[in-house]
């Protein structure tokens, strides 16, 4: 079954830039069928999509975000990754990589097992 | 401040049935497929149903779902206390500037 790992500093300082790495072990990143995303979820609180990437780069992002995000892909390593620039507290958060279809219907499955991320100085 | 509005809070006892609604528009549920997640506590969400009303070949067949011009429902069959989670929809939004993906507000099931 695949398995999706996210990695990264578990905390940050504010108005620094945040960065986190997501492996696939065991599967293969690089299919047109699969779209691969950023999910994220403030404590106590719901979840916001980030944004997603295809194995050729091509890129989704939530407008709320956009412009303070950057999600690149390596096929070569078989991961994605996450850079969320300027934070703030309020990016202090779980953040959860996940697979989604390229298609019209979206759905994320399977999803990492998170990692939580601390904006403080 | 999601444009998926979901009920806070739903309750039954053991056994018994109970239905999430998740209400949106015209430009999301309206036009797009929803998907629906389960988050135990402590836990990564984990799907559903998606595509309205399909269910992962894992899912238990107590779990339905439907879809119903803009609003979408969960239906939760022989509610048991493995059930208690928080429980999201999703579905991508249309609209001219702003199209993203975006998560219901969430409904934590209490089982009584």
């Known amino acids: 079954q695949l398995q999706l790992q996210e990695s990264g500093p578990g905390l940050v300082k504010p108005s620094e830039t945040l960065s986190l790495t997501c492996t696939v072990p065991g599967g293969s990143i690089s299919s047109s069928s699969y779209y691969w995303g950023w999910i994220r979820q403030p404590p106590g609180k719901g979840l916001e999509w980030i944004g997603s990437?295809?194995?050729?780069?091509?890129?989704y992002y939530n407008p709320s975000l956009k412009s303070r995000v950057t999600i690149s892909v390596d096929t070569s390593k078989n991961q994605f990754s996450l850079k969320l620039s300027s934070v703030t507290a309020a990016d202090t958060a779980v953040y959860y990589c996940a697979r989604h279809p390229n298609s019209s219907g979206w759905y994320f499955d399977p999803w990492g097992q998170g990692t939580l991320v601390t904006v403080s100085s | 401040q999601s444009v998926l509005t979901q009920p806070p809070s739903v309750s039954a006892a053991p056994g018994q049935k109970v239905t999430i609604s998740c209400s949106g528009s015209s430009s999301n549920i309206g036009k797009n497929y929803v998907s629906w997640y389960q988050q135990l506590p402590g836990a990564a969400p984990k799907l559903l149903i998606y595509e309205n009303n399909k269910r992962p070949s894992e899912i238990p067949d107590r779990f339905s779902g439907s879809k119903s011009g803009t609003s979408a429902t969960l239906g939760i069959t022989g509610l048991q206390t493995g059930d208690e989670a928080d429980y999201y929809c999703g579905t991508w939004d249309s609209s001219l500037s702003t199209a993203s993906y975006v998560f219901g507000t969430g409904t934590k099931v209490t089982v009584l």
């Open positions: 990437i295809s194995y050729r780069g091509n890129t």
